[in-house]
């Protein structure tokens, strides 16, 4: 993990570890490119850390300068430097909540070693924006800012257009969910137009799920330019179990009969109340269950039950 980590500065690198076992290969192969300034097509499945993969480089250089022994000590200079694109305003919303942990992770890890961190702003600007809030991201641009492809392009067809004079990096999140859409065609030219306006043309991220081919969505990112696809392989793993409500399902006589089953099942020697009562069992040993049925009646019919049999463990005086 020090290798990985090296290019960052300590405080980062010391937050990063805090947080997490390792980098993932997802990571590893985006800070390789990130740090040659290419850009960079991530494609991994949910869950390899490819949004952080793209944000840990640039609040490393906004609030600490980069790597080695820099500090952020200076200013950042006005205007927005990051921009994050999302085709879905609440995922928009979920990465500027979520920003926040490392913003504030790593300005504690640079304080415990007694290291100055610039501010870093950051600002999210959806359809939902309110009117007195887009004011104030154009008189006082975000360092960050978290935006979807229809308000960058209203974005730059307004006077608030130089506020995004100053990005340098451009992540776009689910690009495969936009790549082969009218709407991914309409991004592209906002994202021309978009360099059109800098000095230097920004260098561009795109994270993906797992898709193919790859050479075409990097096309889309970046059209002719190159750029370096990090695809580390990821074999499928299932965890699959069988579970059988009762030991003999030749013989469900032992079956309760003081509750109602589910429309089209026989009411004597029903399998449903041992089915009611492990999904029940499950749900409570879990944080999240997702339970398939035949019908939308039987999922509501299925519902109340759980609900009722919850109630019952939950009772003063009921055994858990």
């Not at 069988?242 to 509750?259: C, I, N, Q, W, Y």
Request: charged letters at 25%; zero cysteines; hydrophobic letters at 40%.
């Amino acid at each position: 993990m020090s290798d990985a980590l090296e290019r960052f500065h300590p405080a980062t690198a010391s937050w990063f570890r805090g947080a997490f076992d390792r980098p993932t290969p997802a990571q590893e192969g985006a800070w390789d490119s990130l740090a040659s300034g290419a850009h960079t097509l991530v494609v991994a499945p949910t869950g390899s850390g490819k949004t952080l993969s793209a944000f840990l480089d640039s609040l490393d250089r906004l609030m600490l300068g980069g790597g080695g022994d820099a500090d952020g000590s200076a200013e950042r200079p006005p205007g927005t430097r990051v921009l994050y694109i999302s085709p879905l305003k609440a995922l928009a919303v979920d990465v500027e909540r979520n920003l926040r942990a490392p913003l504030a992770g790593i300005a504690r890890q640079a304080a415990s070693l007694g290291v100055r961190t610039a501010e870093v702003t950051v600002g999210i600007r959806t359809g939902d924006t309110p009117p007195e809030e887009r004011r104030r991201q154009r008189s006082r641009p975000p360092h960050v800012l978290v935006t979807t492809p229809e308000s960058l392009f209203l974005l730059l067809t307004s006077a608030a257009r130089e506020t995004l004079a100053t990005v340098d990096t451009v992540i776009i999140d689910e690009i495969h969910a936009v790549a082969a859409s009218k709407r991914g065609a309409h991004l592209a030219l906002s994202l021309e137009r978009l360099d059109q306006l800098l000095d230097t043309p920004a260098r561009r991220v795109g994270l993906s799920a797992t898709v193919r081919p790859h050479s075409e969505v990097a096309r889309f990112l970046a059209g002719e330019r190159p750029v370096t696809v990090v695809a580390p392989g990821s074999d499928k793993r299932f965890e699959l179990t069988v579970r059988v409500p009762v030991e003999d399902m030749t013989d469900l006589s032992s079956a309760s009969t003081d509750v109602t089953a589910p429309p089209g099942t026989p009411g004597e020697g029903s399998i449903w109340p041992h089915v009611e009562r492990q999904v029940v069992d499950l749900i409570a040993a879990h944080r999240s269950t997702i339970v398939f049925v035949n019908s939308r009646r039987l999922a509501e019919r299925l519902t109340a039950r759980l609900n009722e049999i919850h109630a019952e463990d939950t009772e003063p005086g009921s055994l858990p």
